[in-house]
């Protein structure tokens, strides 16, 4: 057991990270077992979203992710799976904007003279 304070709550903090961790990657292979199991629209839609959720995380590199769901959906082309249709965020009304303020003319320089 560490005797520095800091170190101490490094302790208590990793714990909380490694059962957060567990969680996370426990819901990630039942998720890719249930999808092999049996395909479907549904498990592969869920199985996608557990891969983006663990390498948000910060536990599966993003290059085995894009391995992962690449097998995946070759998995549910070959079941005859039919992708479902992603939902794309609402595109956000144009906030009004205010009409561009006119500038002042520019003073022409005066004529040189010669």
């Known amino acids: 057991m560490p005797l520095i304070k800091s170190a101490k709550k490094r302790v208590k903090t990793a714990n909380k990270a490694a059962v957060r961790n567990s969680k996370t990657k426990r819901s990630l292979r039942s998720a890719l077992k249930a999808f092999t199991k049996s395909p479907s629209a549904k498990s592969h839609s869920a199985a996608q979203s557990n891969i983006d959720k663990s390498v948000k995380k910060g536990l599966v590199h993003k290059n085995k992710a894009a ?48």
């Open 67 to 114: 391995r992962l769901k690449k097998q995946a959906a070759a998995k549910a082309k070959a079941a005859g799976v039919k992708p479902t249709a992603t939902k794309k965020a609402a595109a956000k009304p144009a906030a009004a904007k205010k009409p561009a303020a006119k500038k002042p003319a520019a003073k022409k320089a005066p004529a040189k003279k010669k």
